[in-house]
């Protein structure tokens, strides 16, 4: 009985997957001729802070940009096209997402599925714009300049770009936080009580986060860190005017005994 419940969601599940994937594959493939000016793109902030290696240390040669693999290239292509084409895709998979909980939601809520679309799509690009103009910059120039007075930085191309595109993703990812806390209170299943309550707790889990997805020095974490603050006290104000939480008991109490008050005194 159970199974028979939940086969029309696991259906309509593989429904929304394959749409997804499908748009994925096809993204993939036409970001795969595009690949060589997107890895440029990619590739610039570490040509800037080699440059920078150049003019800072006089002793030491100019970095290098390497490969180690056989079809190195061929594989950093292959990387650099997937991360491409699940940005293309974003839209499509933000709208598949969409619609398989659309079913559970009212007329008025169905309707939101633009603004879900376009709001996750265009957060997600201003974190990533971020991480590229404001974030990498920092992190880069300080890592690879960092003792290059003694040693010459030769940069593997398939760790470099590894190492980009989950920088990108995180960012991405991070700057959804207002667009998804909008829609699951608009769905009543947080309100800003909730949030505010586990505001601690988030500070230690973006901290965790930041360590996780960012160089290895202060500066790069609190340049991720810091934005997630912030962009979790702006859910929250976000939140507490799509489905502000209900007053407490306490609140309701002191407000029938001022009520009360009035009355009383009306009586004497």
């Known amino acids: 009985m159970m199974f028979d419940e939940l086969r029309p969601h696991l259906i309509e599940l593989r429904k929304r997957l394959a749409i997804a994937t499908g748009s994925l594959i096809v993204m993939f493939f036409v970001m795969f001729f595009f690949h060589e000016p997107i890895l440029n793109w990619m590739v610039e902030p570490l040509n800037t802070a080699l440059l920078e290696v150049g003019k800072k240390s006089v002793h030491a040669a100019?970095?290098?940009i390497t490969t180690s693999q056989v079809g190195g290239a061929f594989f950093v292509a292959l990387k650099v096209s997937f991360f491409a084409a699940i940005v293309g895709?974003?839209?499509i998979i933000l709208s598949q997402i969409w619609l398989f909980i659309a079913p559970g939601l009212y007329s008025h809520e169905k309707k939101m599925i633009i603004p879900f679309i376009f709001g996750g799509t265009i957060m997600f690009l201003v974190g990533v714009l971020f991480a590229y103009y404001v974030v990498t910059p920092f992190g880069f120039?300080?890592?690879i300049t960092f003792g290059s007075f003694k040693f010459t930085p030769l940069i593997n191309i398939e760790d470099y770009v590894g190492f980009f595109t989950k920088i990108m993703?995180?960012?991405g990812l991070a700057f959804e936080l207002p667009v998804f806390a909008y829609f699951l209170a608009l769905l009543g299943l947080v309100d800003d009580r909730q949030m505010a309550a586990f505001f601690k707790y988030a500070i230690v889990i973006i901290f965790i986060v930041a360590a996780l997805l960012?160089?290895?020095d202060?500066?790069?974490q609190l340049l991720m860190a810091g934005p997630l603050i912030i962009l979790y006290g702006l859910?929250?104000?976000i939140v507490k005017m799509v489905n502000p939480a209900p007053p407490l008991e306490d609140d309701e109490d002191e407000s029938d005994e001022t009520q009360q008050e009035p009355q009383k005194s009306l009586e004497n």
Do not use: H, K
Request: hydrophobic residues 50%.
């Open 235 to 237: 859910s929250i104000l």
């Open 141 to 143: 120039d300080f890592l």
């Open 89 to 91: 895709a974003l839209p």
């Open 214 to 216: 960012t160089p290895p």
């Open 218 to 220: 202060v500066l790069t």
């Open 169 to 171: 993703f995180g960012f």
């Open 62 to 64: 100019d970095g290098m």
